[in-house]
């Protein structure tokens, strides 16, 4: 079956331009995570979503960062003013259920120049 | 909290050689605990977890794990490396009831002929 997809996979844009990032969690996942990943670090929480309210948004790093997410279905993470530290790859995952597994899409390696 | 530590950045093994990848965990609750592994450019995949039912579990790919509560540990282990085992290996505990994990630094595994 389909897993989690994100667009675009890659994404190069200029210090100070805002950037969309989209995920698309797995058909009946009601809990969908944002990560990011950045270069030679470890997997750092974003978001947390259960259904479309975000209780968790304790990892987005500063009021630049936003997400949202339409029902039980897609959700966008966006980044306002990029900085050259927002550079990292992000990664999105779904679950059946918070505390379940969680199943990640392949990423969104983002480059600020 | 909850924090993960894995030991050793890089781990440099002969194919056929056992592998052995440690982690350890702090919580303040009983914790859920996974394995994950990534292959270059791709995202992470799911080698087992651990939810309670059993202190060692096996997962994909000839991979497992023992819970050790006394020693707060999680250590990965495959008794006999594959080329294909080349990958960074990712520990991770989630305790809280969003279902966030909180992941480890990541151990670089490289398998040598």
């Known amino acids: 079956g389909a897993g989690v997809s994100q667009s675009p996979s890659n994404k190069v844009t200029e210090k100070g331009k805002d950037v969309e990032l989209r995920c698309d969690p797995i058909s009946g996942h009601t809990a969908l995570y944002w990560y990011r990943q950045r270069l030679g670090q470890g997997l750092e929480f974003l978001i947390y979503f259960q259904g479309n309210s975000a209780p968790d948004k304790s990892g987005l790093p500063s009021d630049r960062f936003s997400a949202e997410r339409t029902g039980e279905s897609v959700s966008t993470l966006t980044i306002q003013r990029t900085q050259q530290e927002d550079s990292a790859v992000y990664l999105c995952a779904s679950s059946a259920n918070r505390g379940r597994e969680q199943y990640f899409g392949p990423g969104t390696r983002l480059t600020v120049t | 909290a909850q924090s993960v530590t894995q030991l050793g950045s890089h781990v440099s093994v002969s194919e056929g050689a056992l592998v052995l990848l440690r982690c350890n965990y702090s919580s303040s609750v009983p914790p859920y605990l996974f394995w994950y592994v990534q292959y270059p450019n791709q995202g992470l995949q799911l080698l087992l977890k651990?939810?309670?039912?059993?202190?060692l579990v096996k997962g994909i790919n000839g991979f497992e794990a023992e819970f050790k509560k006394s020693e707060t540990s999680f250590h990965l282990t495959k008794p006999s490396a594959h080329m294909s085992d080349a990958a960074e290996y990712f520990c991770?505990?989630?305790?809280?009831?969003?279902?966030?994990?909180?992941f480890g630094a990541g151990t670089q595994v490289v398998v040598t002929p």
């Open positions: 651990y939810t309670s039912a059993a202190t």
């Open positions: 991770a505990v989630s305790d809280d009831s969003w279902g966030k994990l909180q």
